[in-house]
């Protein structure tokens, strides 16, 4: 799981102006899944069950790439189109 903090760590922004941070709707949504993906370890070492809650830890893992695609996908498209 600690290879997955790394992308869903927040950005800090470059000499900002003001220190509240707005998030995009992206951003926060991960940073809510990896809040949940943190409680999903933290109890899974609390009960010793390497298992516990993995549907629910892959299915977050699997929904975030599958999004990363599409949006890699849409970008070829749009650059595309650019030309």
Known sequence: MHLFRDLFRKREPA????SAQVLSPIAKRLAEEFAL??????????RADPWHN?????????????DLELQ?????ISHGWAE
């Open 37 to 46: 993906l943190q409680e999903i370890e933290f109890e899974r070492n609390f």
């Open 54 to 66: 993995k549907a629910i830890e892959d299915r977050i893992v699997w929904r975030e790439l599958f």
């Open 72 to 76: 890699e996908v849409d970008e070829q």
């Open 15 to 18: 000499a900002s102006a003001s």
